[in-house]
């Protein structure tokens, strides 16, 4: 089985910053790309950012209303996805849930943290 630990969220000011990791363990195969979601309240799960894990650096992208204020990195050796964000804003306010897909032989499996609350202040 595979875990997936969020840490960081928290109570911040507009204007602030916060720094999410998401750590994956147990039975882990090949990760094709991680990510991080978010759901405010009454809200659906939408995409905040996304990394894939090819390369030196991984392709990225992000939500048009985080661009340019969050960046999304991660460190293959750890399983470990990470989330800065920067310029944080009220509307910002919502559970954060990292995202893992794997494949195991052909198939493909998605993972979810359990979610961490970041709630931003006026």
């Known amino acids: 089985q595979v875990q997936l630990v969020e840490s960081g969220g928290g109570l911040v000011q507009a204007g602030g910053s916060l720094r999410l990791s998401c750590a994956a363990s147990g039975r882990i195969a090949s990760i094709n790309g991680m990510g991080w979601y978010r759901q405010g309240p009454g809200k659906q799960r939408q995409l905040v950012a996304r990394?894939?894990?090819?390369?030196?650096?991984?392709?990225?992208n992000y939500a048009d209303s985080v661009k340019g204020r969050f960046t999304i990195s991660r460190d293959n050796a750890k399983n470990t996805v990470n989330l800065q964000m920067n310029s944080l804003k009220p509307e910002d306010t919502a559970v954060y849930y990292c995202?893992?897909?794997?494949?195991?032989?052909?198939?493909?499996?998605?993972?979810w943290g359990q979610g961490t609350q970041v709630t931003v202040s006026s």
């Open positions: 990394i894939s894990t090819g390369g030196t650096g991984g392709s990225t």
């Open positions: 995202n893992f897909v794997m494949q195991f032989g052909l198939t493909l499996k998605e993972f």
